[in-house]
């Protein structure tokens, strides 16, 4: 059992940044693949980026080159660092946390990026 907790969200302008956390408790942290997840209104959840166990990553279309995502296992956090940040990104992001047939989910950080 993993619990993960967000945090860092906001209202950002439009050209700002902001870093997303994901602390997670439980045993063996390092061993889950995590990702970020996002859901705006009125659609669905969508991946943002994820990370495996050995630290390699990927990312959605829309965050290549804006977002970042990176891991520090002795803390058993995760973050997304997002840069240049658009109206579009607004949304509700989730942390994720993946193992085999098991998969859990934060409650979620709201992101508003508005002038």
């Known amino acids: 059992q993993v619990q993960l907790v967000e945090s860092g969200g906001g209202l950002v302008q439009p050209g700002g940044s902001l870093r997303l956390s994901c602390a997670g408790s439980?045993?063996?942290?390092?061993?889950?693949?995590m990702g970020w997840y996002r859901q705006a209104p009125g659609k669905e959840r969508e991946l943002v980026a994820a990370i495996t166990r050995a630290n390699s990553t990927n990312y959605a279309d829309s965050g290549k080159g804006r977002f970042t995502i990176s891991r520090d296992n002795a803390k058993n956090t995760v973050y997304l660092q997002m840069n240049s940040l658009k109206a579009e990104d607004t949304a509700v992001y989730y942390c994720?946390?993946?193992?085999?047939?098991?998969?859990?989910w934060g409650q979620g950080t709201q992101v508003t990026v508005s002038s």
């Open positions: 994720n946390a993946k193992k085999a047939w098991l998969s859990f």
């Open positions: 439980g045993s063996s942290f390092s061993s889950y693949a």
